[in-house]
Nanobody, 126 residues
Framework: VQLQASGGGLVQAGGSLRLSCVAS????????MGWFRQAPGKEREFVAA????????YYADSVKGRFTISRDNAKNTEYLQMNSLKPEDTAVYYC????????????????????WGQGTLVTVSS
């Protein structure tokens, strides 16, 4: 599976962006999908994840209520709608595909995701 993320850019605090991640390959629908981010000088952190069917979602506490993850298996695409953006959301955002156990403890761990996109930069100005 190859992943291509897009949709990043510069936005003012309080604004919105929608990230997309298009996957190649016929097995997209069999993978859970996730979004992670990495700010300068910080470790990569979990943002959100969605089960292969789209029925279960997980969010980091820092984005809960502001971000929404979704997927369209017919288009091999996952999305991250980001609203009420804050300067601390500034980071490179990576999409990922994998097969983590269906638990809130495991979906946040990068080790469960075998495939990663190249990243898209989101910059939120104050």
């Amino acid at each position: 599976v190859q992943l291509q993320a897009s949709g990043g850019g510069l936005v003012q605090a309080g604004g919105s962006l929608r990230l997309s991640c298009v996957a190649s390959g016929r097995t997209f629908s069999s993978y859970a999908m996730g979004w992670f981010r990495q700010a300068p000088g910080k470790e990569r952190e979990f943002v959100a994840a969605i089960s292969w069917s789209g029925t279960t979602t997980y969010y980091a506490d820092s984005v809960k209520g502001r971000f929404t993850i979704s997927r369209d298996n017919a288009k091999n695409t996952e999305y991250l709608q980001m609203n009420s953006l804050k300067p601390e959301d500034t980071a490179v955002y990576y999409c990922a595909a994998g097969d983590p156990p269906d638990s809130s403890r495991d979906v946040v761990r990068p080790r469960w995701y075998a495939y990663w996109g190249q990243g898209t930069l989101v910059t939120v100005s104050s």
